[in-house]
């Protein structure tokens, strides 16, 4: 029984590290552009734990795909350069509202930006309490039970 071979055992991956971290500056971008959907849509959110969920949120993403490592420093960079540009309004207005930069495939510094993290900062606070802003009944985002007209606890087409 010394011969005894285990075939589950965790492997690492060198490109991987267990403990990849953000640094501090492109986080502080990325909660800046996060409080900036907030207002900008007008959602509301909680004040308290939305910014240690939205770290958890990007490094569960940086787990999944490395290349989300990339893209949140390429949004920093993006939403600089836009508001040495355009000032800061309205370098977050462009990144929210450009039509070409919601052209697939994403082949631009501000498209990449605009789809990989701003659309998906966007689907995250609408998640952690933003469907309350369009009347919803069972908040924190979570969306379930009968389509019912008259009775969903969000907003509808019809409704709008």
């Not at 969920?53 to 999944?64: D, S, T």
């Not at 509202?97 to 930006?113: E, F, G, I, K, V």
């Not at 995250?124 to 019912?148: P, Q, R, Y």
Request: proline share 4%; glycine share 6%.
């Amino acid at each position: 029984m010394d011969n005894v071979i285990t075939y589950d055992v965790e492997t690492s991956y060198p490109y991987l590290d267990d403990d990849l971290q953000i640094d501090q500056r492109t986080f502080e971008a990325m909660w800046k552009l996060f409080c900036h959907i907030k207002d900008y849509w007008q959602l509301s959110v909680p004040e308290t734990g939305v910014k240690s969920q939205l770290l958890v949120f990007m490094q569960n993403r940086i787990k999944i795909d490395l290349n989300y490592y990339a893209d949140y420093k390429n949004a920093a960079k993006v939403i600089r350069e836009l508001t040495y540009q355009l000032g800061e309004q309205a370098a977050y207005e462009k990144l929210f509202t450009d039509p070409s930069a919601n052209l697939q495939p994403p082949t631009t510094h501000l498209a990449r930006a605009r789809q990989r993290v701003s659309n998906e900062f966007i689907t995250l606070a609408l998640a952690v309490g933003g469907f309350k802003t369009f009347g919803a009944k069972n908040a924190l985002g979570f969306i379930s039970g009968g389509n019912i007209k008259g009775q969903t606890p969000y907003r509808t087409i019809e409704e709008a």
